[in-house]
């Protein structure tokens, strides 16, 4: 920060760092760190006066350099806490907009009570899942877009591991399958997930 311009904008001095600058300390202090053009400076505190947009010392001495933090040493000069600035970053609508388009993100979602819910993504991928009893023919939330989708059972009743051998899933549609499996206990409850592309 170096002032404000004519038409009250701020003005800032743009400062290039090229090589490895370092700081050294061999005493306990609490002091606040930055670059200037040529070197790494400290100071005791430094106060950003948004008015005139410039760095000040405690005793009012303009600082010219970019404050990059504060950093806090013990009596041998071992760092004990480095706080940097996060720097401020403002992107215009537009760039925004560029970054969204290359990435997938949820455009829809929904979940009830009873344990149903689904994730549907701006690509068109969906996630869904809910809760049953075996033998079921299960209801999709969501339609898929054919049936190349994938299924997750999990079984929610403390049964013997035995009861759990032999799972089918079968007739799948792109709106419901069917979930079952030999020598099954009636009744037993399940959870389900179900994954791909949406319809």
């Not at 950093?71 to 215009?92: M, Q, R, Y």
């Not at 009830?112 to 689904?118: C, Q």
């Not at 299924?151 to 009861?163: C, E, G």
């Not at 032999?166 to 399958?177: A, D, G, Q, R, Y």
């Amino acid at each position: 920060p170096n002032g404000r311009n004519a038409d009250g904008t701020l003005k800032n001095t743009q400062v290039s760092v090229s090589s490895i600058r370092t700081l050294s300390f061999s005493a306990a202090k609490e002091t606040a760190f930055g670059l200037t053009a040529t070197s790494l400076y400290e100071t005791a505190a430094s106060i950003y006066n948004s008015t005139d947009n410039k760095n000040y010392s405690q005793t009012g001495n303009y600082l010219g350099f970019v404050n990059c933090g504060t950093v806090e040493t013990d009596s041998t000069g071992v760092i004990t806490s480095l706080k940097p600035k996060t720097a401020f970053h403002a992107l215009d609508y537009n760039y925004f907009e560029e970054v969204l388009s290359g990435m997938d993100y949820v455009v829809d979602s929904y979940s009830d009570e009873s344990g149903n819910w689904y994730r549907l993504y701006k690509s068109g991928w969906v996630e869904q899942g809910g809760l049953g009893q075996m033998p079921a023919t299960v209801s999709l939330l969501k339609p898929f877009a054919n049936t190349v989708y994938s299924v997750l059972i999990t079984m929610t009743d403390p049964l013997n591991s035995a009861n759990y051998q032999n799972l089918s899933i079968n007739n799948k549609t792109v709106s419901t399958f069917y979930a079952s499996f030999s020598g099954m206990n009636y009744g037993c409850g399940f959870a389900w997930y179900a994954c791909g592309q949406g319809a």
